[in-house]
């Protein structure tokens, strides 16, 4: 997983409560699993025209956003069902944070095993950030991950706040997987211990 320890990118405003993960990711594409490829899918139903061609109307196909790393969303963002490729699909696009002043659980969990910085901020922050994400390719933002903090295009800061062990994985890009094996050693001095304290195991 990559690490994330400071991203400067284009924000793309997106104030809209409750999207759900069948919006984020349609159904119809829930047929792999593999991780990559997903992006052509991130919010089409919104994205794309009945004919297939772009909605010019929706703000990822604005030239100005089509290349945005960060999303700043209304409230209770990736609600719906667990569906993982909800996060692999925003990964895919290249979107690598997501702001919101909430997001549902099982998503925001899934954001960490995938490489994506969920912020959690006040609605205060939130429309300060919507405006500055309205600015079109002036709509840049710098988030901070050691410092936690997101830098405005004015100059501007807001702190948030971030478990200090999901801080971690993301700073040291971190998956389950290698999360797990970076405790090799204690895991495999247990199992000796174990196997010369109770053999018939």
Not at 35 to 60: C, H, I, M
Not at 103 to 124: E, H
């Amino acid at each position: 997983m990559e690490k994330f320890v400071k991203l400067t990118g284009v924000a793309a405003p997106l104030p809209v409560v409750n999207i759900d993960t069948d919006m984020i990711i349609p159904k119809d594409y829930l047929k792999t699993i593999k991780r990559t490829g997903l992006g052509k899918g991130l919010f089409a139903e919104a994205r794309y025209r009945d004919d297939g061609s772009l909605n010019p109307d929706f703000v990822l196909n604005k030239p100005q956003y089509e290349h945005a790393k960060i999303l700043v969303a209304g409230d209770n963002f990736g609600c719906g069902s667990s569906r993982e490729h909800a996060p692999w699909a925003l990964l895919d696009f290249g979107i690598r944070c997501v702001i919101s002043t909430s997001f549902a659980d099982i998503f925001y969990n899934n954001c960490f095993k995938n490489g994506i910085l969920p912020i959690v901020v006040s609605q205060d922050d939130l429309d300060k950030l919507m405006d500055d994400a309205s600015r079109g390719a002036n709509a840049v933002l710098t988030i901070d991950l050691e410092a936690q903090e997101i830098s405005g295009p004015d100059g501007g800061k807001i702190t948030f706040d971030i478990d200090p062990a999901r801080k971690h994985i993301m700073l040291e890009g971190l998956d389950d997987i290698a999360t797990t094996l970076k405790s090799d050693g204690a895991i495999a001095s247990f199992e000796t211990k174990i196997q010369s304290e109770r053999p018939w195991l």
